[in-house]
């Protein structure tokens, strides 16, 4: 069973090589989906041994996970490890979701909730309140929704697909939204937390908004038959 590494990068030519040939320790392939950069992350992510998928124009991390999940699919991935391209997401500790997905788990999702201490208290509380309300609206418990460091089954992903809408932020917590409405098992792991010089590409009061809407719209939305 083939795995692939899956990393949205946005201007990240300075970073992504170590996350690149790190990924390639443990997966089969990484695609890097390169959403419009304006340096050479395209050519860097190449020299450092990745597949690029490139958009002429920025089009949001949720828009570049989704062509890159599909991409796996298509190409007969059974599975998906999805990571930052910035340094914040450890390609060494990919073997627990490994694990945890050979024994059966259908999505698992990185936990840094048990080290809170390295998180700023602002990231840290609205962590804490969106895992909550995902948390919910999953039917999961899940500690640390916001981590962006997961694996997904590709036939998980070709079911909920139809049904995540979301193109910006929002569209990691509709995925396990989604997958735990359609019964989908939803595993934890710890992972690392991990902080550098890094800017935030989240725009609070515009990815605050599409958050809030995405939740309405699953509250109002019709249930799924579940799958599993």
């Not at 390639?24 to 419009?36: F, M, P, S």
């Not at 997905?101 to 999505?107: P, R």
């Not at 840094?112 to 602002?122: A, N, Q």
């Amino acid at each position: 069973m083939k795995v692939c590494a899956v990393i949205p990068a946005y201007n990240e030519a300075a970073r992504i090589t170590p996350v690149i040939e790190g990924a390639l320790l443990h997966v089969d392939t990484v695609l890097v989906v390169d959403d419009g950069s304006q340096d050479n992350t395209t050519h860097v992510a190449r020299q450092a041994g990745a597949m690029v998928l490139f958009h002429a124009q920025n089009a949001g991390k949720g828009q570049s996970l989704r062509d890159g999940l599909d991409w796996a699919l298509v190409n007969g991935y059974s599975a998906a490890i999805t990571l930052d391209a910035d340094g914040q997401h450890l390609p060494e500790e990919m073997p627990p979701f490994l694990a945890e997905w050979q024994e059966g788990a259908d999505v698992i999702v990185g936990n840094r909730m048990d080290d809170l201490e390295k998180m700023p208290w602002l990231r840290k509380n609205t962590n804490l309140f969106m895992s909550w309300l995902v948390s919910k609206l999953a039917k999961n418990a899940i500690p640390d929704t916001q981590n962006g460091y997961r694996l997904i089954s590709t036939e998980v992903w070709k079911a909920i697909a139809p049904r995540v809408k979301s193109i910006g932020f929002d569209f990691e917590s509709e995925m396990l939204i989604q997958a735990g409405r359609m019964g989908f098992e939803i595993r934890s792991v710890y992972i690392s937390t991990v902080y550098g010089d890094e800017a935030s590409k989240i725009q609070p009061c515009r990815d605050t908004i599409r958050f809030f809407y995405m939740v309405g719209r699953k509250l109002l939305e019709k249930r799924p038959q579940k799958v599993k």
